[in-house]
């Protein structure tokens, strides 16, 4: 945690003197005083996923002194087994020497779990063996779809008025007396009016559309996320708080079910609506395309 406090990570130096046994800052930041080792957007998503996690000045998922990335999935994966589904927790045993991701208990139903070091081996396997472009191009975001239908009734909308407007316009330059001017006057400015919000919600629509599909662009290029994977000997806190993001920013929920056989099905949904399912049973995982799922992959998870 005090890594990601201090700005040096980015290359500032702040001079700073002791007061009352406290640091405090002295002078202007000197920037470019160290080496940068990360980038400032890999500081910001750093800081953002430590605000989130905690809101009230409480660290969950792992231990609140840990400065370790613990949980690659924190926030991401839940117990559908039951209704309503319920987050699951990261949960280390030391002396056991692995880690488990255990679903809240209540009253009615004992809380699900499973070995987290297992699962995370063998749904990084999954990621490396992953058709990216296929997922990408496999559907658009709900964020996406929605904002594309209404900018095209907006669109609609906007070509109806401006015709409107054309047609009453050139009906004015005819020989009208002056109520019918008066009429048809009025008619324009409503509708000139109707064109100038119309226009407005088109340009807001076409932002939100293309911040929705920017959002869908880590699919088309999961470089940075596999070489992550591949970079993680020897692991380092550092690493895992990169590949934590780099996999937030293309997953957007993973629904873990739980079977009386043993087995554990795992439905990946990533940030454009795109699912695929993923069968966990021991030390093996199976790649279960959802739609294709006849010929299934039997990958050994460590």
């Known amino acids: 945690m005090k890594t990601l406090n201090n700005r040096s990570v980015l290359g500032e130096y ?9 640091k405090v800052p002295e002078g202007e930041v000197i920037f470019n005083y ?7 957007s890999e500081w910001d998503a750093a800081r953002a996923e430590m605000a989130r996690k905690a809101p009230k000045g409480m660290y969950r998922g792992g231990s609140r002194t840990s400065n370790v990335a ?11 087994t039951t209704e ?26 004992k809380g699900n779990r499973m070995r987290c070091d297992k699962f995370e081996t063998a749904f990084l396997v999954f990621l490396t063996e992953l058709d990216w472009k296929s997922v990408a191009g496999s559907t658009e975001s709900d964020e996406c779809k929605a904002a594309q239908f209404r900018l095209n009734q907006v669109l609609g909308e906007l070509d109806k008025t401006n015709r409107r407007i054309a047609a009453k316009t050139a009906a004015m330059d005819g020989d009208l007396d002056v109520p019918t001017l008066q009429v048809l006057a009025g008619q324009v400015a409503k509708d000139e009016a109707k064109a100038t919000e119309l226009f407005a919600e088109k340009d807001a629509l076409s932002t939100s559309l293309e911040v929705a599909r920017t959002k869908c662009e880590a699919l088309y290029t999961p470089e940075t996320l596999l070489a992550l994977i591949q970079s993680r000997t020897p692991e380092t806190n550092d690493v895992r708080l990169r590949l934590r ?7 957007e929920k993973i629904g873990i079910n739980f079977s009386k056989t043993g087995s554990t099905t795992a439905t990946i949904v990533f940030v454009n609506g795109a699912r695929k399912a993923v069968i966990f049973k021991g030390d093996s995982i199976t790649l279960a395309y959802q739609h294709d799922y006849v010929r299934p992959e039997i990958v050994p998870a460590a």
């Open 14 to 22: 702040q001079p700073s003197r002791v007061v009352a046994g406290k």
């Open 34 to 40: 160290y080496p940068q080792i990360i980038s400032q």
């Open 70 to 80: 613990d949980n690659l999935f924190t926030g991401l994966i839940y117990d559908k």
């Open 84 to 109: 309503p589904e319920r987050s699951m927790n990261f949960q280390r045993k030391s002396k056991a020497r692995c880690s488990w991701l255990i679903s809240a208990w209540d009253k009615e139903h």
């Open 245 to 251: 993001n780099e996999i937030r920013r293309r997953v």
